[in-house]
Structure formats: structure tokens, C-alpha cells
């Protein structure tokens, strides 16, 4: 029997990865800790909560007492490091949150692990889970590969790429099991409504404006989450120790089309006359240091382990939108109280 930490569990990705863990290995035990942040939500894991093998732990990364004897006492075998500050927007208005949580954070959790386990690691697995936004942004040509030089250039992947470094620096100094894999830009189910799909459904089902930053020419590789959660299964069961993989959907969009895409599916939907959400569009001030475009190679995780996103971009954007409408009442909870404020920030002087 295995005891495994999820770091994160309760927000976007990480309640995908739960989910299937906890479905897919009911003889080990799964452990989900949070904090419950702004973009946690044990709402996202009503359907699995009660199942034998699931067990939530509500505690901040950056408490290491806290941390520390969590592992004294659960004996992690296996962790899964997705607990981080994701928005980019919110590292821009207050960077300071990032490096506390994803940097500090990510210390904790492998000063724990490397406490409890020292040299006696063999069978026992440290993943971290990253993004692609580490690389830099892209021009119109080439791919990021696994090993494209470090570029991060806001607070969010500064940090991300720090704890990157970290993980590497543990692996290589103290001999410490880890993986890594970095990842575009995932859709689906869960996703807090500051991100951009789920913001643009929220706002187009309420007749609000949709914000596009800049001209919308930026471009993002999208992935629908449940083939992120397959990749990090797959990963953390059989990835090789010591090495990084990208992930990705082989899918780019331009903003701006992506958002007309999901006007044209919320018509049809909604059963509103063509053309009628694509007039909600409106274009905002840019984002500072908006980084053009992201795009993933990832024919090493395709060649070595086998991995192919399972979902079409049309599949994954017709799940994601009827999931959306048929739970508003999800969006109605996440978007009360602070989101308003949030929204009022960011937006109302665009
Ligand atoms: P999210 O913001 O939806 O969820 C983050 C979770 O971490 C929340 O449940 C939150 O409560 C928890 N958390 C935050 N600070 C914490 C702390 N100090 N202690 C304990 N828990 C804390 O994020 P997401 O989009 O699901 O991303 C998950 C991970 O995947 C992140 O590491 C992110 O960098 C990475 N990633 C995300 C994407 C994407 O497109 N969303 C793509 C590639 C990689
Ligand atoms: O690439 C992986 C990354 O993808 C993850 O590491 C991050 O955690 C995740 O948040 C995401 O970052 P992005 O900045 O790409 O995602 P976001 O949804 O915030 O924005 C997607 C694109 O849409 C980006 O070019 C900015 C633009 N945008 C975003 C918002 C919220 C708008 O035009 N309007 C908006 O209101």
C-alpha cells in the first residue's frame, strides 16, 4: 500500500489528478493537501470525497512545522507538487504571494521528503509539476523542447522557474528521486473564472463584455485538463527519474479566434442568434509583458511513454462548455464575494 500526497488537489488541475488517482488506485491512499486558497474548492471533489482511500489535509505549503510533520507522520512514498499561485495577472498585481508559496512552498515539501527519506529513497518519487511559460514566449516559428534555455518573464513563471531549478538542484545535489514535466495551458472542467476560457463563458452567459488583451493575437497551446491527468499519471508511474517532460495539445490558437470559436459553440448553446456573443467581444489594455506565444513539442513523452492527448479540441471545448452551463450553480459559489472585487481590479480600468 502507497501513500501518496497531491499538493493542490482542491483547485483546477489538481482535482483532475485526485479524481483519477483516487478512482484509479482504490488499494493506495491518497492524500490531497490544500490550503483552500481563493482557487481551491472542495466542491470540486464532492463525487470522489467519501471514498475510503481519499483523504484531505488543509495546509499551507509555506508552513514548514507544518510540513514537515505532515511527512513524519503520513510517511509520503510518493508526492505530486501541484500546489502553486497559477495567475499571471495576480503575480503582476502582487508578486510577492509567488515566491512565498511557489518557491518557499517547494522547498518545504522537498526538505520533508528528503528528512523522512535521506538515502533510503530507492521505490519513493518526488514530481513536480510545471509549466511551459518557464521557456520564455515564442515568435512566430519553432516549439519549446525540454531543452530550450530558461527565459521566464513575469512573476508567475520567475517563480515557477525557480522552483523548477530547485527540484533539479535537490535531484543533482542530494540524490533526491524526482520528475518533472511542464505543460500549456489546460481547459476543462473546474477551472476558476479568471482564467481565460471559463472568464469568457461566465461573461458571455451573462451578457457582459469579454476582455481581450491587446489585439488578441497572442497565442496559447491548449490542452483539455483530463489528458494533463493522464500525462501525470503516466509520468509518475513510469517517467524516468531525474528527467523533464513537456507536454502539450499541439493545438494553438490565437486569442482572439479562440474566443470567436467559443462564441459561435455559446450561440448554438444558448440558442441565440448567430453572431450575438462575438458582439460581446472587447479589446482592453494589454497585459504587462504579455508574452506572445507558447507552443510545446512533446514527442518525448509521445515516443517514450506513449502518451497522445485522448481529446480532440472540439470534444474537449463541447464538454467544457455544456459542463459550465449545466453547473452554474458552481460558477454562481466561485464568482460571490471576493471574485467581484477581483474582477473590479483587474477590469474596470482596462
Ligand atoms: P489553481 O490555481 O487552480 O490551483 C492551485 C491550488 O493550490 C489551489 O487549490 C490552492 O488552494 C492551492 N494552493 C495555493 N497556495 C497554496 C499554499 N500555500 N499551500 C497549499 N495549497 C496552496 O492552479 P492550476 O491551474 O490547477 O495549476 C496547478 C499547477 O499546474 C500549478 O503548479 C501550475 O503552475 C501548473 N500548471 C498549470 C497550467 C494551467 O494551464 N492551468 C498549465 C501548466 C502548469
Ligand atoms: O501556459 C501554461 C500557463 O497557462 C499556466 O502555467 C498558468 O498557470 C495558466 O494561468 C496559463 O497562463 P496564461 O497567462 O496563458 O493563461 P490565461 O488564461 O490567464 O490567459 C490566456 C491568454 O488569454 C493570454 O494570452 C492572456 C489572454 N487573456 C486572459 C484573460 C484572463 C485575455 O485576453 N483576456 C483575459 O481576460
Given at each position: 500500500?502507497?501513500?501518496i500526497?497531491i ?6 488541475i489538481?482535482?483532475h489528478v485526485?479524481?483519477l488517482f483516487?478512482?484509479k488506485y ?52 510518493g508526492?505530486i ?44 518519487r518526488?514530481y513536480?509539476i ?49 520528475v518533472l514535466s511542464n505543460c ?39 490542452l483539455y485538463v483530463e489528458d494533463h491527468a493522464a500525462a501525470i499519471d503516466l509520468i509518475f508511474h513510469e517517467g524516468k527519474l531525474?528527467e523533464t517532460y513537456n507536454i502539450g ?49 512533446s514527442s518525448k513523452i509521445q515516443q517514450e511513454l506513449g502518451w497522445r492527448p485522448a ?40
Amino acid at each position: 500500500m502507497k501513500n501518496i500526497l497531491i499538493t493542490g488537489g482542491a483547485g483546477f488541475i489538481g482535482s483532475h489528478v485526485v479524481r483519477l488517482f483516487v478512482t484509479k488506485y482504490p488499494d493506495h491512499q491518497i492524500y490531497n493537501l490544500d490550503d483552500l486558497t481563493y482557487a481551491g474548492n472542495l466542491e470540486n471533489l464532492r463525487d470522489i470525497e467519501k471514498r475510503p482511500n481519499y483523504h484531505f489535509i488543509k495546509a499551507d505549503i509555506v508552513d514548514e512545522n507544518r510540513i514537515s510533520g505532515l511527512f513524519e507522520k503520513h510517511a509520503f512514498d510518493g508526492v505530486i507538487h501541484l500546489a502553486a499561485e497559477s495567475h499571471v495577472d495576480r503575480s503582476i498585481s502582487n508578486p510577492t504571494e509567488f515566491i512565498y508559496t511557489n518557491i518557499i512552498g517547494t522547498v518545504n515539501l522537498l526538505n520533508a521528503f528528503r528528512h523522512i527519506w535521506g538515502n533510503r529513497a530507492a521505490g519513493k518519487r518526488f514530481y513536480h509539476i510545471s509549466t511551459d511559460e518557464v521557456y520564455g514566449s515564442l515568435g512566430n516559428e519553432g516549439l519549446f523542447t525540454e531543452n530550450t534555455p530558461y527565459d521566464p518573464r513575469s512573476p508567475y513563471s520567475a517563480s515557477k522557474a525557480s522552483s523548477d531549478h530547485l527540484v533539479r538542484a535537490y535531484a543533482h545535489t542530494f540524490g533526491l528521486p524526482v520528475v518533472l514535466s511542464n505543460c500549456s495551458n489546460n481547459y476543462g472542467p473546474f477551472q476558476f473564472p479568471e482564467k481565460l476560457i471559463p472568464l469568457a463563458i461566465n461573461n458571455i452567459r451573462n451578457n457582459k463584455p469579454i476582455p481581450v488583451y491587446g489585439k488578441g493575437e497572442n497565442i496559447r497551446d491548449w490542452l483539455y485538463v483530463e489528458d494533463h491527468a493522464a500525462a501525470i499519471d503516466l509520468i509518475f508511474h513510469e517517467g524516468k527519474l531525474g528527467e523533464t517532460y513537456n507536454i502539450g495539445g499541439s493545438n494553438e490558437w490565437k486569442n482572439i479566434e479562440l474566443i470567436r470559436l467559443l462564441c459561435d459553440i455559446m450561440d448554438k448553446k444558448l440558442k441565440r442568434e448567430e453572431g450575438a456573443s462575438a458582439r460581446l467581444i472587447t479589446f482592453v489594455k494589454d497585459r504587462a509583458g504579455h508574452d506572445l506565444r507558447y507552443a510545446i513539442d512533446s514527442s518525448k513523452i509521445q515516443q517514450e511513454l506513449g502518451w497522445r492527448p485522448a481529446h480532440t479540441f472540439e470534444e474537449g471545448m463541447e464538454k467544457t462548455v455544456e459542463w459550465y452551463l449545466e453547473n452554474e450553480q458552481w460558477m454562481r459559489n466561485v464568482t460571490s464575494g471576493d471574485y467581484q472585487k477581483y474582477y473590479s481590479s483587474q477590469y474596470e480600468k482596462r
